[in-house]
């Protein structure tokens, strides 16, 4: 799309977040509330605000500038399988 689009001037980015406290494991463990709890602990994942904030820095650069790829972890996260879970 960047590619297409460049000629028009308009910007295409991506941000790419890695975990994300959301209501997502309670809708994959059919509403199990505590299993879905035990995701979430021992670390601190990112926010929906967290995400927000991200877009918003990416949206609000000059004209001139395009974000094009952003991948937002919490410092827990070191890869899409690695996490450094406090006990």
Avoid: W
């Amino acid at each position: 799309m960047r590619l297409d689009l460049n000629p028009y001037g308009i910007r295409v980015g991506a941000v790419n977040p890695g975990l994300v406290e959301t209501n997502f494991s309670e809708v994959r463990f059919k509403g199990d509330s505590e299993r879905a709890d035990k995701v979430y602990q021992g670390y601190l994942a990112l926010q929906a605000q967290d995400i927000a904030d991200v877009i918003l820095f990416a949206v609000t650069r000059p004209a001139h500038v395009n974000i094009a790829d952003l991948t937002v972890m919490c410092t827990a996260q070191a890869s899409s399988t690695v996490l450094k879970k406090e006990l």
